[in-house]
């Protein structure tokens, strides 16, 4: 989620408007996500673009936030986004 690594999920798409349907749904968001961004803050709009496995993130429309810091605190647990994309 745009922002944060905190709120994730793991999503498996053949193609981004499936991705964002998934990340939507997986990530339980109030709108429609509408934007992926990869880490560094640059935006994706073809399926190309993205390596498997890539850590992404996806907004509902917002500029890319960076995501925060992560606070680590013994016995917590850190969950991974991946997208897979799958042809």
Do not use: W, Y
Request: hydrophobic share 35%.
């Amino acid at each position: 989620k745009n922002g944060t690594r905190q709120t994730s999920a793991e999503v498996t798409a053949s193609d981004i408007t499936t991705l964002l349907e998934e990340c939507t749904s997986k990530l339980k968001l109030n709108s429609a996500a509408r934007r992926i961004f990869l880490s560094d803050g640059t935006e994706v709009s073809l399926a190309e673009d993205l390596a498997i496995d890539s850590e992404v993130f996806v907004s509902m429309g917002e500029v890319f936030l960076e995501p925060q810091r992560e606070i680590r605190v013994p016995g917590s647990v850190h969950q991974q986004v991946a997208s897979h994309l799958c042809g």
